[in-house]
């Protein structure tokens, strides 16, 4: 492994690193959530600690440092559309947002502003700003789930952000908000 690569391990469904380097980015960049000692990664964050050759994700089965396209498959077999869904979270990553699991809104992501001082930012930092959920430009969709996610995102005072993937993996945004009449 390269010296300025730590080791991320993908052990089931679990992933996480115990590293150092991981503690110290997750302080800096909020990456990952820390628990007991170890900081665990949603697919999202190990794949773009890879990507972005940060991390090398190693299989705890056979202690084999993955390939890209390897880790690919592992993540792709949990979370339909692995892809489409990470070309939204690397956007808005690339903005300079803050991007967390979703799921307990049911979206895929919840982001908030990027913080001035990282530090600051805990489970006590404002609310989220926007409930992301990607979709390919191809997929349909119907109105009664869009009107439940508008609901969602409404009712928990964030915004909804539609995150439309095109066939070039480029990554539209659009904010939905509600208005009185």
Same mark, same amino acid.
């Given at each position: 492994m390269k010296q300025n690569k730590f080791p991320i391990y993908i052990a089931g469904d679990r992933i996480f690193s &115990? +590293? @150092? !380097?991981? /503690? +110290?980015? @997750?302080? $800096?960049? &909020? /990456?990952?959530e820390k628990t007991q000692g170890k900081v665990v990664y949603s697919s999202f964050e190990a794949f %773009?600690?890879? $990507?972005?050759q940060k991390a090398q994700a /190693? &299989?705890? !089965?056979? &202690? !084999?440092?993955?390939k890209e396209h390897e880790l690919i498959t592992i993540l792709s077999k949990n979370n339909k559309d692995f892809l489409? !869904? %990470?070309q939204v979270f690397r956007a808005l990553k690339n903005k300079g947002y803050l991007v967390k699991t979703g799921s307990k809104f049911g979206a895929e992501f919840r982001v908030y502003s990027r913080p001035k001082n990282l530090k600051d930012f805990s489970d006590n930092h404002p609310h989220a700003k926007?409930?992301? %959920?990607?979709i390919k430009q191809s997929e349909k969709s119907n109105w009664n789930e869009f009107i439940s996610k508008n609901r969602i995102a409404h009712s928990t005072g964030k915004k909804l952000l539609l995150a439309i993937v095109d066939s070039e993996d480029n990554v539209l945004f659009y904010e939905v908000g509600w208005m009185k009449v």
């Open positions: &115990n +590293s @150092q !380097k991981a /503690l +110290s980015l @997750q302080n $800096e960049k &909020n /990456l990952g %773009y600690l890879v $990507e972005t /190693l &299989n705890t !089965k056979t &202690n !084999k440092i993955l489409t !869904k %990470y926007w409930l992301v %959920y990607p």
